[in-house]
Nanobody
Framework: QVQLVESGGGLVQAGGSLRLSCAAS????????MGWFRQSPGKEREFVAA????????NYADSVKGRFTISRDNAKNTVNLQMNSLKPEDTAVYSC????????????????WGQGTQVTVPS
């Protein structure tokens, strides 16, 4: 079983950038499809981005396309989410997730989850 720990959250002004990282332990991430999700108070969890095992394919929610970039370093067992041009509506707890079963990147079912890291963009 893989354990996931997110880091890099914080408070940033609108228009600023943050880079979130998800570090894995227990297993090599190279056999997992990885995703980032977010949840803000009173709202359901929302898909943000996903990346294939090789890193060659990615998928993004329309709300972050062109502003966020997901990447992975299988040698370092990490997955990152570079967030640029942040908006107040990006405020949420961001969690990384992993799955081993084969499915398209638009599949939103994941097996393992981190605890999340808070991102706050004041209005």
């Amino acid at each position: 079983q893989v354990q996931l720990v997110e880091s890099g959250g914080g408070l940033v002004q609108a228009g600023g950038s943050l880079r979130l990282s998800c570090a894995a332990s227990g297993r090599s991430l190279s056999t997992y499809t990885m995703g980032w999700f977010r949840q803000s108070p009173g709202k359901e969890r929302e898909f943000v981005a996903a990346i294939s095992r090789s890193g060659l394919s990615t998928n993004y929610a329309d709300s972050v396309k062109g502003r966020f970039t997901i990447s992975r370093d299988n040698a370092k067992n990490t997955v990152n989410l570079q967030m640029n041009s942040l908006k107040p509506e990006d405020t949420a707890v961001y969690s990384c997730a992993a799955r081993q079963f084969a499915a398209g990147l638009n599949n939103l079912v994941y097996e393992y989850w981190g605890q999340g890291t808070q991102v706050t963009v004041p209005s």
